[in-house]
């Protein structure tokens, strides 16, 4: 019973670490080889409830809940009757790994017609860069201590060592094997140097041709890999074997350095493309996108380092634009703008606002490059450059040929081009991202005329630079104002009896109200009914709303702000918060339509929404005071720094802050007439990442959001808008721990101990949909909302 007692213990430890099940020793097991059909029986049902543990633990039904039917069967499978069929020989993970390598090849742009004379070749260049990685030695060599066939590899070329039995080159070490393998290489090289290489170029096999070699070459690093994926993708473990070996090989083919990809970039989730289908032409491989955002991590993380703090324009730079632009046509100039079309949309879905600052920085410095070279080739034109978070734009004083309009046609399609290959290349966006709409470019006589034909480019090509004097632009711009006057007049007329009218058009918060709810007119009515106390809202006036807000919006003109600050904790080794602005956007949306409805044409829009957009952000920087008096007399002097950005705010603790510390900051501003529009998001000190310091935030924000969207629902408008929530993240790692609602309380509001608990019910709720809308759109969270 000894040996079955080692059989047992080998297949419980590796099933603790990995759940493949299937290595040797339950192969064994199941092929009843060293134990009786009885004990093969009780060490099955012994090893089938660790795995009911671990599948507990790593939570796979969660993730095998939206699988496809087909991709089910990749699942690792507890059942003792199932153990056996699921546990994979030799044959089935060598034909597992082939299929995944095969598929990674295929995904990288090669042709199965050049890949099948050159898969062997590929393997082999991939097994000799391993060996080439001194960052990741000691793992390779660990790696081949296990293996006769790579340490058999290791001295191929040394004669003394060439002759050894299995069992000699079983007894000396893979490090002292590396060693005689590194001298033999130099020796070589010296002689390569001196001799010419008359030699014809070497032959390899088809994919299936390949050697005995190169087949155990794959696997082992396939192997290096599969140990990185268990510790840092827990997820990975779920898979069964021969998925797990799919999936492990179509990582090696991934990078050009597999062990470099095993540690440092690959995190899990580029292996579940391996779960793909091949398509009905055979050429292509169509692949099914795990969207866990742990891919590429650490070249995402260098990537921000570069990008995020990136400002390629002064104060002075930026000031001196403004004031051109300020000028209207007096200026005399040439505008062009070019913004990130997609902001909003990116940082709400990514949920990684530094990432996406990153992206439109880089996009900035690729145009500022080649406008430098455009400001050589026409000395005579003094360009101007103003830069914000959203937009790079351009200011041109002298004569504007229409050669030049046509350099900058190329500038800005030939900065899209490499700046898609790029985020491509580097797996820095998702699979189903579309980079090449994100920017959008315009030129006009003024910097608002600039604007809107940018805005007006996202209905055209990506990579097209939109003119304000663009014919189908006039028309369709003149004829949108038309249309949204109709509309005013028409909803003023049907919610006459409200007290929803403001002005020429409607309060902000009804903009707010619509512009959230866009396509839900259900919400949209039980918001305005809690809102403003008013009867049933009709489906015709409901439709009038949305495309009311929708087409006034498209003419909201562009902040500028002369100097820029970056809201981030990336400093925040203590703690700290962020303050977003709630209900800026429909601030915004709300001037806008005031001055389409004073306006009857394009130039008087442009000309009025530019002073409603002054005050607005005169509004705004009234707000930002206000949050920054609170910062510094909340807590003792010193001990929060607070910066300010555009549309949100951040404090950076110098010391940890205290629960009742917190609570002040709340209280205060909730005694305030900004009660509801501010929301914030804590992070505790410990956090040793500044990434998932910000994403902790972003996620806090974004509950604190879906709250009050929920709490709309239940609670009159007037207590909620003498709440002020905090979202406060007490945990270090991103996506799971403890997370507590913090409330400010207006003393004006009085709650009774029935709404006070209904409150806590709805946001332990909101966490859990939070958990799932993270879970369908990148990694699973597995938040838990404090008592």
Not at 394 to 421: H, L, M
Not at 676 to 701: I, Q, W
């Amino acid at each position: 019973m000894q040996s079955i007692f080692g059989i047992f213990i080998t297949v419980l430890l590796f099933t603790s670490v990995s759940m493949a099940g299937g290595d040797a020793g339950l192969l064994a097991i199941c092929n009843n080889l060293g134990c009786t059909p009885q004990e093969k029986i009780q060490l099955l049902q012994q090893v089938s409830n660790q795995c009911e543990i671990e599948v507990k633990i790593y939570k796979c039904e969660e993730l095998e809940k939206d699988a496809t039917d087909e991709d089910r069967s990749k699942f690792r499978r507890c059942d003792p009757q199932k153990l056996c069929d699921q546990v994979a020989d030799a044959n089935t993970q060598i034909g597992a790994c082939l299929r995944g390598y095969r598929n990674s090849l295929i995904a990288l742009g090669e042709d199965i017609k050049i890949l099948a004379a050159g898969m062997g070749k590929a393997i082999d260049q991939s097994w000799e860069q391993a060996k080439e990685n001194k960052k990741q030695r000691l793992q390779f060599i660990a790696q081949c201590e296990k293996s006769l066939e790579c340490k058999r590899d290791l001295i191929k070329n040394v004669p003394s060592y060439s002759a050894a039995t299995d069992e000699e080159l079983s007894k000396i070490s893979a490090a002292a094997l590396f060693v005689e393998y590194e001298s033999k290489k130099a020796y070589l090289q010296s002689i390569q140097r001196s001799v010419p290489n008359t030699r014809p170029p070497e032959a390899h096999p088809a994919d299936n041709e390949l050697t005995a070699e190169q087949k155990a070459k794959l696997l082992n690093l396939a192997a290096v890999i599969k140990e990185n994926l268990k510790k840092e993708y827990q997820k990975y473990n779920c898979y069964s074997q021969e998925a797990q070996s799919e999936m492990a090989c179509y990582a090696v083919g991934q990078v050009v350095d597999p062990l470099f990809l095993a540690t440092a970039t690959f995190k899990g989730a580029r292996a579940a493309l391996a779960l793909g289908k091949e398509v009905s032409n055979g050429s292509k491989i169509m692949l099914r996108v795990e969207q866990l955002e742990k891919s590429s991590a650490l070249t995402r993380n260098e990537f921000i380092k570069k990008y995020v703090d990136y400002n390629p324009t002064t104060v002075a730079q930026n000031e001196k634009f403004i004031a051109l632009a300020e000028k209207g046509k007096e200026a005399n100039a040439y505008f062009v703008n070019i913004e990130n079309s997609q902001m909003k949309y990116l940082n709400d879905t990514i949920k990684n606002k530094n990432l996406v600052t990153s992206m439109t920085n880089y996009h900035k410095d690729l145009v500022l490059q080649r406008f430098k070279d455009l400001q050589k080739e026409f000395p005579d034109l003094r360009i101007t450059e103003y830069s914000d978070f959203k937009s790079l734009r351009f200011a041109f004083e002298g004569k504007v040929t229409p050669e030049i309009e046509k350099r900058i046609q190329e500038i800005f399609k030939s900065s899209n081009d490499e700046f898609v290959k790029f985020m491509r290349d580097n797996n820095l966006i998702r699979q189903t991202d579309t980079p090449e709409d994100y920017f959008r470019a315009g030129v006009g006589n003024t910097a608002d005329e600039a604007g809107i034909a940018a805005r007006y480019a996202r209905k055209t090509q990506p990579g097209e630079v939109v003119s304000y004097k663009n014919t189908d632009l006039k028309v369709d711009l003149g004829g949108k104002i038309q249309s949204i006057e109709r509309d005013r007049v028409a909803l003023r007329q049907q919610l006459a009896n409200t007290k929803m009218l403001d002005g020429h058009t409607f309060q902000s918060e009804v903009f707010d109200i619509v512009r959230k709810n866009q396509g839900d007119p259900k919400a949209i009515n039980l918001a305005l009914m809690k809102k403003y106390s008013t009867s049933n809202i009709s489906d015709e006036t409901l439709a009038g709303l949305q495309r009311y807000v929708k087409n006034s919006d498209e003419f909201s003109p562009g902040l500028m702000v002369a100097k820029r600050e970056n809201a981030n904790l990336n400093d925040a080794a203590e703690g700290g918060f962020t303050m977003d602005f709630v209900g800026l956007g429909a601030s915004n949306m709300k001037g806008t339509a005031e001055a389409l409805a004073k306006s009857k044409d394009l130039d008087g829009v442009l000309a009025e929404a530019r002073l409603a957009e002054k005050q607005v952000t005169e509004a705004v920087n009234k707000q930002k005071s206000f949050f920054e008096k609170v910062v510094k007399e909340s807590v003792e002097p010193g001990k929060l720094k607070s910066i300010c950005s555009g549309d949100d705010c951040v404090a950076v603790a110098t010391k940890p802050l205290s629960e009742q510390e917190k609570m002040k900051v709340l209280n205060r501003v909730a005694d305030s007439k900004y009660a509801s529009k501010m929301r914030f998001a804590f992070v505790n000190d410990g956090v040793k990442s500044a990434e998932t310091r910000n994403m902790l935030s972003t996620h806090g924000e974004s509950i604190e959001k879906l709250l009050r969207k929920n709490l709309a629902k239940q609670f009159k408008a007037y207590k909620l808008d003498g709440l002020t929530f905090g979202v406060d993240m007490r945990t270090d790692t991103l996506n799971e721990g403890t997370v507590k609602l913090l409330m400010g309380q207006s003393q004006d509001v009085y709650l009774t101990k029935s709404e006070q608990a209904r409150i806590k019910e709805v946001f332990k709720k909101t966490v859990q949909e939070f958990n799932d809308t993270v879970y369908k759109k990148a990694a699973s969270a597995r938040y838990e909302a404090s008592p």
